[in-house]
């Protein structure tokens, strides 16, 4: 693989899948501002913002590197986003547990030296299981819920909450690996395995 390629997230779960994969990559965060429009819908909000995430990265860069961007959020009759206080995390845990929900992650490739674009996304189903207000207390307490969409992880302290999931854990991760690497290979010749 001679092409560099660059992850538009600075998110640790997102680092960590791509290394688990032994690619190289250079990290560079976007900075654009994550607004979710209420009149569109989740599929056209993560696509769209992995899009515009790629297309800030794009413009720092004067090679032709493989910029790879996504945006995870959770659905439950409205986008949850990541929590800003506790009580807005207990409200979010509250509302899903005992529940099934939506994760959509959409994800966005751009070659830019041709400005070549892919951009998609990912829709998992998730049943939380029943809480009581103690456990969704003490989940709180380990600090997991900050950076996460719907104040949750699927991985580490999360996944003793979650109950089962019909769709793409990765996804739910926030990163569609088997997506991703149907898009390397059928659109720039980049093979993960």
Known sequence: MSKKLVLASSSPRRREILENLGLHFVILKSDIQEIARE??????????????KAIDISRNLD????IIAAD???YKDKVLGKPKSYDDAYDM???LQDNTHYVYTGLAVIER?????????EK??????KLSDEKIKKYIETDEVWDKAGAYGIQGF???IVQWIEGDYFSVVGLPVARLEDILLENFDISIL
């Open 124 to 129: 998992t189903k998730v049943k939380i299981k």
């Open 39 to 52: 009149e569109e819908s989740p599929e056209q909000i993560v696509m769209a913002l992995a899009l515009e």
């Open 113 to 121: 030296g041709t400005f070549k674009k892919i951009v998609t996304y």
């Open 63 to 66: 090679d032709d590197s493989i």
């Open 72 to 74: 995870t959020i959770v």
């Open 158 to 160: 999360g996944s003793t």
């Open 93 to 95: 845990l509250s509302s």
